[in-house]
């Protein structure tokens, strides 16, 4: 039955009137069977899947050929056709008839020996409308790469203001040639659109690559044209660029503009030199409109008005990006969602994003920490005004500074330009992100005064903008560009940092080691750095022209950051390592044994802060963390999670040495609390851990040492709506236990879609993509009504494959409890306490928990601590509780530096990412950065394997103590003795399946849900947002990044989860 659904099906209609035209006949290339249309113009087309070619013919009509149409399994592809009448007497219906209108020329090309430049370009396009065009020949289309004949002198290289080159290059043997001009000038419909798009795909197919990032909360797709001289791949060094149109949907200059610019460049390429080299050297991606639901409703002749301006939930997609100073709590829109999926999966260098309403370019940022209407620099600005010119100088009425005189008067732009909050002050824009997350640079261009003007008006639009939108192009071979490289074996250094004096941004390397790094002219150090080699600085001086190539090429680091006996470390370096490395060891030493860890809390007694501890609701528990971050920035970060469905925010705090770098040599350990709302000590223990770390950090040397070792992530509440209607001294109550929505977060926590039948709740999703970020080493879980710790699993399974090492870790917890030990139990509690620990299974068994979730998904292994029989006692046992737990929870962070760490590499020394390590034949986890790991082992004797594609499989055997820190050791591949299969598709099997597990959670999209946002959105003259937020606080905002992370695996994933997560855009 579902075949029923493969195919194409759609209407076909007359282009004067948009009449049905029954009895029209639809053939497919290839198929000799045709259909017709039915009474109201439809049709329905069965196909298998595959790519056709379908024309749409009828008595009186040119016929209509849509190639390249493909149909995909589960769902018929719509395609509808609009039949001009044969005596195509109307520029509309000829325009309509698409593709194959043979119409003859009406004019002859002109073969100038220069281009024209900018102003004159555009003024003799004002004076010669239509004389001017170039008839489209679909006959022989390839006049675009038949542009043979020769005419001698190379251009002017000075005349296309940013052209540099254009003469030269590929564009040598070319003929200069006035640039052919577009001719389509119409508003385009959705359907419309996406047909000139298939159309121009189809009529280019050397250059083009039409896909889509995802759909609109309607379905429709958000279309994006690639081109490129290779379309579809990323070619090392070559930069990536983007133009996204019609974010709002009563804007529609951007999109007519961006599918003129697809015209232009596809008729030009092979014709006119300087698109020829920015086709040759740019990877280009254009998305004509990123709101296709809202400019549906939008209306031509529209000025300034509203409608159509949000997407189809009446959100402002301005306005729904992770703001870096404020909490955006609308939810996120899938357009956003798509846009923000699609920006972390490729390199892209410069971008702008098209508007109207008024005529500037505004750059970063668009507002400031405290949301006052004032300039806000970003660390770039020098680079924003350059390419922000770059566009306002080709607009000679843009230029002039005075955009709107009639509507907004007193309005002055010098040069046509400004900072964005310095105009008005708005946040959670999509530029702001742009920079903020990725390499990518973006500003934002008004184009005109008039929000949907009407469509006569379209041509002078591109005649005012054509030079710019070109130029601006340009700006990204600006700057500086080149490779990251291993010295040693010459191959490229994917995520390696550049960061330049001065400038506090950095951009990262891409897979291969390529970089661009936009900079305005000057001279600039510039420093490579990458995990695992020592860091390289040269000076550079940037000229105005073409971006400067600066290779920088990385000497491997001995002893790999501390690590004892690496190849190819002077024994000076050595020697010092292997002492400090004892010298670590000596001090897990003595916290391990005797009564090391007493001493410890003896000696900071005198900074603690016992009696102060109190119930904080979610309001004193925001402020808390804050007053943490705002107290200790050195070693504090504070991060958004996300939000639960009241809108509370999920906090999380990093305390560390570097909070905010990525330390992969470190371990890094997770205390989580507050699951269940109505088990609420979890949260205050943890609020009075990290207040104690912060105050003795710098004061008590051991404390001072552990924070600078490890990497300690907390998160005192997971669920802080079901915290709010908890009540104090309610032993028993299950009050609060759920989340907003009667959920128990702790029973929703899969990660595999197919065991999953509705969404995951907000909350899960938040912890769930902090657990994907992977690198974990251990995860604490605090909870409540009982006194006992657990280890994996909650569900029932006959056997796990590091039991011991599992049962290991709760017990070391139970040891260190004062009353956990203890065989008593809670007052009705049945389950035998057997010494404080229990695999939680035995305790209650259930699916979909968190710690299950962390086991599987996150390859780290999480015990649950109960940490009081009453579920929320009354405040005063507080410190008592504290008393109790202190030491425990000292301990874990002492207890993640044992077991076996070490990092992974080749014979040359080149650290492997991702390489699996394979413990006792069973539990995995992964190298990350630098090819460093590190897993908790129970004490004993361990076999470990190494696994790595392309290389022989490496086995050890450790020794893990009870005692000691884990002692580094190093895995080292042989090169020369790669072998071939099997090991390569183990590891990518297993690869596989961890990255359905970061997909499934991705496509677990925030919900979009019903609530519309009373607020009214504001026009273009965008009035202060109000800050009416109580989480309104200036920090890094990192909702959403972490789940995106996945969708860099996307394209090398064919799993099913994948297409989900696809359709669910
Ligand atoms: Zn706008």
């Not at 000038?185 to 047909?195: A, K, N, V």
Request: charged share 20%; proline share 6%.
């Amino acid at each position: 039955m579902e075949q029923a659904h493969i195919g194409v099906r759609g209407f076909v209609r007359d282009a004067r009137n948009g009449a049905a035209l029954p009895d029209v006949r639809i053939l497919v290339a290839g198929i000799n069977h045709n259909i017709t249309t039915g009474r109201f113009g439809d049709y329905y087309r069965l196909l298998l899947p595959g790519n056709y070619n379908v024309t749409a013919m009828a008595e009186g009509y040119t016929p209509m050929v849509v190639t390249n149409v493909q149909v995909v399994e589960g769902k018929a592809s719509e395609l509808n056709f609009t039949l001009a009448p044969l005596a195509a007497d109307t520029p509309a219906a000829a325009a309509a008839a698409g593709a194959v209108t043979s119409k003859p020329p009406t004019a002859t090309t002109t073969t100038t020996a220069t281009p024209a430049s900018p102003t004159e370009n555009t003024a003799a396009h004002t004076g010669n409308d239509g004389g001017g065009a170039i008839p489209e020949n679909s006959g022989s289309e390839t006049s675009a790469e038949s542009g043979s004949s020769t005419s001698g002198s190379a251009a002017d290289p000075a005349s296309p203001p940013a052209g540099g080159g254009a003469g030269a290059g590929s564009g040598s043997g070319t003929v200069a040639t006035e640039p052919v001009e577009p001719e389509d000038f119409r508003h385009h419909h959705y359907q419309d659109m996406m047909l000139f798009l298939l159309k121009y795909s189809a009529k280019c197919p050397a250059i083009t690559h039409l896909y889509s990032v995802g759909k609109s909360v309607e379905g429709r797709e958000l279309y994006v044209m690639e081109i490129s001289d290779n379309p579809g791949m990323h070619e090392p060094g070559e930069p990536e660029f983007k133009y996204i149109g019609n974010m709002h949907g009563n804007e529609v200059v951007g999109r007519e503009l961006l599918l003129n610019l697809i015209e232009y460049l596809c008729r030009n390429y092979g014709v006119d030199p300087e698109v020829t080299l920015l086709v040759n050297s740019t990877r280009i991606h254009i998305m004509p409109s990123m709101n296709p639901d809202g400019y549906e409703k939008g209306r031509e002749g529209d000025v300034r008005g509203y409608a159509g301006r949000n997407n189809s939930n009446n959100y402002d997609l301005n306005r729904n990006f992770p703001d870096q100073y404020t909490t955006i709590t609308e939810p996120r829109q899938p357009e956003t969602i798509a846009v923000m999926n699609w920006l972390r999966s490729y390199p892209f260098v410069l971008s702008a994003n098209l508007h109207g309403g008024s005529l500037v370019v505004n750059y970063p940022y668009d507002d400031d920490p405290a949301g006052r209407t004032q300039y806000s620099k970003s660390p770039d600005d020098e680079v924003f005004k350059m390419v922000a010119r770059a566009y306002s100088e080709e607009n000679v009425l843009m230029h002039n500074g005075h955009p709107c005189e009639k509507l907004y008067p007193s309005e002055f732009f010098k040069d046509g330009i400004t900072n964005g909050a310095k105009w008005y002050n708005v946040p959670g824009g999509m530029q702001d992100w742009n920079y903020v997350n990725t390499n990518c640079f973006e500003v934002t261009i008004e184009l005109g005064c008039v929000k949907y003007p009407h469509a006569s008006d379209l041509r002078s639009y591109w005649e005012q903008n054509r030079r710019a939108l070109l130029r601006y192009m340009h700006q990204v071979h600006k700057g500086v560009k080149g490779m990251v490289i291993d010295l040693t074996d010459g191959t490229g250094i994917p995520n390696a940092t550049i960061s330049v004096d001065g400038i506090n941004h950095h951009v990262r390397t891409y897979k291969d080691g390529d970089y661009w790094r936009l900079l305005a002219p000057g001279v600039y150090n510039i420093t490579a750095t990458a995990q695992g080699y020592s860091p390289m600085r040269i000076t550079v001086s940037v000229q105005e022209k073409e971006a400067m190539e600066v290779n920088f090429r990385l000497p491997r680091l001995g002893g790999a950051g501390g690590l004892s006996g690496g190849e190819g470390s002077d024994p000076v370096t050595r020697g010092a390592a292997e002492l400090a490395d004892q010298e670590f060891q000596g001090f897990i030493r003595r916290l391990s044994i005797g009564s090391g860890l007493d001493q410890l809390i003896l000696d900071t007694s005198a900074t603690a802060t016992q009696g102060s501890l109190s119930y904080h609701n979610y309001q004193g528990l925001s402020e808390f963390m804050r007053g943490l971050n705002l107290n200790f920035p050195k070693i504090v970060s504070l991060r958004n999670l996300g939000q639960s469905w009241e809108y509370r925010t999920i906090w999380a705090l990093e305390i560390s040495n570097n909070p905010d770098v990525p330390e992969p040599s470190k371990p890094k350990i997770r205390f989580m609390a507050g699951i269940h709302g109505n088990a609420p000590v979890g949260t205050e223990l943890l609020l009075e851990f990290a207040t104690y770390l912060c105050m003795n950090y710098g004061k008590n040397p051991a404390i001072t040492r552990l924070i600078n070792e490890t990497r300690i992530i907390i998160v005192p509440s997971i669920n802080p709506d079901g915290r709010q209607q908890a009540r104090e001294q309610q032993c028993n109550s299950t009050l609060g236990k759920t989340n907003a929505r009667g959920k128990d977060l702790d029973t929703d926590f899969f990660g595999n879609a197919s065991q999953r039948v509705v969404e995951a709740q907000p909350e899960t999703r938040a912890v769930m993509d902090l657990i994907l970020e992977k690198g974990y080493t251990l995860s604490v879980a605090l909870d409540g009504g009982s006194v006992l710790a657990t280890y994996p699993y909650d569900k029932p399974v006959q056997s796990v494959e590091n039991e011991e090492t599992l049962k290991y870790l709760a017990k070391v917890y139970a040891d260190n409890h004062p009353t956990m030990p203890g065989d008593t139990g809670c007052p009705g509690e049945s389950t035998t306490m057997n010494g404080g620990f229990l695999r939680a299974a035995e305790k209650h068994s259930h699916m979909g928990s968190m710690k299950d979730f962390s086991m599987d998904f996150g390859h780290c292994p999480e015990i649950t601590v109960y940490t009081s029989c009453c579920l929320f006692p009354p405040a005063d046992r507080l410190a008592a509780l504290w008393a109790e737990n202190r030491k425990p929870l000292l301990r874990m962070l002492v207890e993640v530096h044992k077991g076996v760490r070490g990092v992974v590499r080749d014979k040359s020394g080149k650290p492997i990412v991702g390489a699996m390590i394979v413990l006792n034949g069973g539990v995995r986890v992964f190298t990350s950065e630098g090819g460093y790991f590190h897993a908790l082992l129970a004490p004993g004797s361990h076999n470990i394997e190494a696994v790595a594609e392309g290389y022989q499989q490496q086995r050890q055997e450790v020794i893990v103590s009870a005692y000691q820190a884990a002692m580094s050791i190093v895995i080292e591949f042989d090169m020369d003795n790669r072998i071939f299969g099997l090991p390569r598709e183990f590891v990518v099997a297993t690869a596989a399946a961890s990255m359905t597990a970061l997909i499934v959670t991705a496509c677990i999209i925030w919900c979009v849900c019903s609530a519309k946002s009373n607020r009214q959105k504001d026009g273009f003259h965008r009035l202060r947002q109000q800050h009416d937020y109580d989480d309104e606080i200036h920090l890094t905002s990192m909702g959403s990044k972490k789940s995106l992370l996945s969708h860099e695996f996307q394209d090398d994933s064919e799993s099913e989860e994948d297409t989900l997560y696809a359709n669910k855009m």
